[in-house]
């Protein structure tokens, strides 16, 4: 039973380019997340998605970010352009639904590191 | 959602009973109390959940207390697997998983 699949696990970019994280969201589930984490700020929401449409991107950053989920079994968060400061382990997770005993099971996560 | 306060560090012979405590002393009658762990390097692992009564599972114990303002989570044999930072996250019963906001966690130690 395949758990949430993020890819890449590992992406180094230089300051300026597109980055595209991807996550594939456990068979069934119907609500899908992304997070971000960083020493100094920790694990914080960025938005997240039920039945494929976004429901709070109050933590989306700024716009360079952006994320989008074009059917159930696939999530893209992009950044474009990146920065240093958006180094960090970026997480997909993903839920039955959004009621509060729906538990969210976490990808192994992508770390960036923008130069 | 309930304000949790976790401290930050704990360690716990290996073998032993870990517990980890959380105080949450504004919750209401209908916020649920979440457990997850996170090992270092990956993504969180949901662990436990409670409402009133204690429960309990293949992984772990929750003990909420009577008055609903502190728990405690047990891990009955700690193995050095479980040394990770354990989060107490409060969820209103009537909020979503978007509302699951994760603090700073206790970091669990396990020593040989």
């Known amino acids: 039973d395949a758990g949430v699949i993020q890819s890449p696990r590992h992406e180094v970019t230089e300051m300026g380019q597109e980055v595209t994280l991807r996550c594939k969201p456990i068979?069934?589930?119907?609500?899908l997340f992304w997070y971000r984490q960083t020493m100094m700020r920790g694990l914080e929401l960025l938005i997240y998605?039920?039945?494929?449409?976004?429901?709070?991107d109050s933590g989306m950053p700024e716009d360079r970010f952006s994320a989008k989920m074009p059917n159930a079994s696939f999530s893209t968060l992009k950044i474009q352009p990146s920065e240093p400061r958006d180094s960090a382990v970026y997480f997909c997770a993903s839920s039955f639904g959004l009621a509060v005993t729906d538990t969210q099971y976490f990808g192994p996560g992508t770390r960036l590191t923008v130069l | 959602d309930a304000k949790t306060t976790q401290p930050p560090s704990m360690d716990c012979a290996e073998g032993r009973a870990a517990n980890l405590p959380c105080n949450h002393s504004t919750i209401s009658g209908n916020e649920y109390v979440y457990w997850y762990r996170q090992i270092h390097s990956q993504g969180p692992q949901y662990i436990i959940h409670g409402l009133k009564n204690n429960e309990t599972n293949e992984m772990a114990s929750l003990i909420i207390t009577e008055d609903r303002k502190s728990s405690t989570l047990i891990l009955p044999h700690a193995t050095l697997r479980d040394t990770a930072v354990y989060y107490c996250?409060?969820?209103?019963?009537?909020?979503?998983?978007?509302?699951?906001?994760f603090g700073k966690g206790t970091k669990l130690s396990v020593k040989p």
């Open positions: 068979s069934g589930h119907n609500s």
């Open positions: 998605f039920n039945n494929n449409v976004p429901i709070d």
């Open positions: 996250i409060g969820l209103n019963y009537g909020g979503s998983q978007g509302n699951l906001i």
